[in-house]
């Protein structure tokens, strides 16, 4: 293979996940987005930014496998190759996980763009898993991102948080600040959407949360008893069995890589009388 | 009495939960036993050294793998050595 420059592959995609808020779906969906990636053939790595309170690694199930983490990389106790921790079902899926001992300081800039710009090398996407809040691991998190997906719940502090959030993506980024580039692509994703509730009334519409924040959105993702049961498994709900939340999980993946796929609201089947009186363990 | 209960059956996930964190946990609460991933790099350049002495090696030449287990936890060391050996 010649070495010529313009023919060098595509450099990766770097796409923080990321909402203020906590307790929102970051987590859930860095894992479910990097997991579905994976599986359409994409190389794939999720990133832990939430130094200190590491938790990637166990909705990903690679807990026990941690050996080297994203600080050690930074201060040059450990190589890359070292800290990555390959997926046992996707080839093409990798995690990295934080430190649970240091704290938020070790993350310099200049160290997480040089972890970046290696990782840009070896992979399609970078999915950064961004801390709550807006203090240094998350703006760590979102600092070199091409795009973001600003996960929200359909509720007040959350699509608040996700606006105060959205601007900073357009004010202190990397790309924010050089000239000539273009802004980060922000879209949202909502999360926990329960559509009982907005049928009823009692929570947004999709349409309200948009009206708000006035920026496109990139999938659906209903309320769903499969989350916390892939939580509990340490599987990313993509790779769980089939649900509500897996099927928007995909669509939105679709999506992001520039599929045209229709807007839809899924909702698990409510189980009937039969089913629940033969309940099966879930 | 009739071979179920009015208490909902257990998931089985719910258990699947429990037993990882006790497992992360013990684990994070004891420091792992010797094993503090905060100790890794340490060993991993006293393992470069000593191999160093006698085959020249490069710094990405070392793997280590753990898998953290209930009863024990298993470190898997690989060091990958150039072509030979420079053994007599």
Do not use: W
Not at chain 1, 6 to 22: A, R, W, Y
Not at chain 1, 33 to 48: F, M, Q, W
Not at chain 1, 149 to 167: A, F, K, M, Q, Y
């Amino acid at each position: 293979m010649s070495k010529d420059l313009t023919l060098e592959e595509p450099l990766g995609k770097v796409i923080v996940v990321t909402s203020g808020k906590g307790g929102v779906g970051k987590t859930t969906t860095s894992a479910a987005v990097g997991a579905e990636l994976a599986r359409r053939g994409h190389k794939t790595v999720v990133i832990d930014f939430d130094v200190g309170l590491r938790n990637l690694d166990m909705i990903m199930g690679c807990e026990r496998r941690v050996v080297f983490d994203f600080i050690n990389v930074i201060q040059g106790d450990a190589k890359l190759k070292q800290a990555l921790i390959r997926d046992r079902r996707l080839e093409n899926l990798a995690v990295l996980p934080t430190s649970q001992t240091r704290d938020k300081d070790a993350l310099t800039k200049a160290g997480v763009e040089k972890v970046l710009d290696e990782l840009r090398k070896e992979f399609d996407y970078i999915i950064c898993d961004s801390p709550a809040g807006i203090e240094r691991g998350a703006q760590m998190a979102m600092h070199f991102a091409d795009e973001a997906i600003v996960v929200t719940n359909p509720e007040v502090s959350s699509v608040r948080d996700s606006d105060r959030v959205l601007g900073l993506l357009n004010s202190i980024t990397d790309r924010a600040g050089k000239t000539g580039a273009e802004p980060v692509k922000a879209q949202v994703l909502i999360t926990r959407h329960d559509k009982s509730r907005v049928d009823s009334g009692e929570m947004m519409t999709v349409e309200d949360v948009l009206e708000v924040l006035a920026v496109p959105l990139l999938g659906i993702i209903p309320e769903s008893k499969a989350v916390l049961r892939a939580s509990n498994l340490g599987v990313p709900v993509v790779l769980d069995d089939p649900s509500a939340a897996a099927a928007a999980y995909e669509d939105a993946v679709g999506r992001l890589i520039g599929e045209q796929i229709e807007m839809r609201i899924a909702a698990d089947p409510r189980r009937g009388l039969l089913q629940r009186l033969f309940r099966r363990a879930v | 009495m009739f071979g179920f209960s009015l208490r909902p059956r257990k998931a089985a996930s719910a258990n699947t939960a429990k037993e990882r964190l006790q497992i992360l946990l013990a684990h994070e609460r004891s420091g792992s036993g010797g094993a503090r991933p905060d100790c890794l790099p340490q060993l991993q350049r006293e393992i470069l050294e000593v191999i160093r002495r006698h085959v020249q090696i490069g710094d990405e030449a070392i793997d280590i793998r753990m898998e953290r287990g209930d009863e024990l936890s298993s470190l898997e060391i690989n060091i990958e050595f150039p072509g030979k050996l420079g053994v007599n």
